[in-house]
Structures are given as structure tokens and as C-alpha cells.
């Protein structure tokens, strides 16, 4: 059984970094595609970030494109998401999840609370 536990969330203000991590345990990582997703306060959940297996193919929503990266460690058995140039609607709670398909997730982890004041 694959578990994911996320770390790396906290209070950061405006035009600030955070760094969030996916540690997963269970089963090996590198035959685990990843993603990040978050959900804000009365808003459905939303698709941030993917990447592929082996890391060479990544996808990025318009609304972070160019400001986070998505990217996977196969030897740590972690998955990482850097954000950087934090605005204040990116606050949220930030899941990561695995699967054996890239964009079919099956497994996912508690989530971390991010929070960017302005």
C-alpha cells in the first residue's frame, strides 16, 4: 500500500518561496507518476502541477506556470514542489498524489497548508 505524506507547508507573505515535499513509502517511486493539487476555502479542488514517471514530462496549470516546478527524486523517494513568487490566491491546501498513470492518481496524502499574505 503506497503512502504519501506532505511536508513543507506554512505562512509565507507575498513574492515569498516555499519548497513542499512528498515523501511516499509502500512501493517503488519510480514507477509512481505524480501531481500536485491544492483547494482553497469553498472552492473544488484543483490540478497544479504533473509530472511523468521518470521526470522528463511535466505539466503546469496556467495559473503557476512559470512560478512553481514540479519535480521528482526516484532515489529519495520524494517529490518536491517549489513555488516561488507566492501571491496571496495561492493560498490553499496542497495534496500531492501518485499513480501508476501519468494524470490517474489512486493514492494521496493528507495535505499541507499554504498561506500567502499580502
Known amino acids: 500500500q503506497v503512502q504519501l505524506v506532505e511536508s513543507g507547508g506554512g505562512l509565507v507573505q507575498a513574492g515569498g518561496s516555499l519548497r513542499l515535499s512528498c515523501a511516499v513509502s509502500?512501493?517503488?517511486?519510480?514507477?509512481?507518476?505524480m501531481g500536485w493539487f491544492r483547494q482553497a476555502p469553498g472552492k473544488e479542488r484543483e490540478v497544479v502541477a504533473r509530472i511523468n514517471r521518470s521526470g522528463g514530462i511535466t505539466y503546469y496549470s496556467d495559473s503557476v506556470k512559470g512560478r512553481f516546478t514540479i519535480s521528482k527524486d526516484n532515489a529519495k523517494n520524494t517529490g518536491y514542489l517549489q513555488m516561488n513568487s507566492l501571491k496571496p490566491e495561492d493560498t490553499a491546501v496542497y495534496y500531492c498524489?501518485?499513480?501508476?498513470?501519468?494524470?490517474?492518481?489512486?493514492?494521496w496524502g493528507q495535505g499541507t497548508q499554504v498561506t500567502v499574505s499580502s
Open positions: 509502500g512501493r517503488t517511486f519510480s514507477s509512481y507518476a
Open positions: 498524489a501518485a499513480g501508476i498513470m501519468y494524470g490517474n492518481y489512486d493514492a
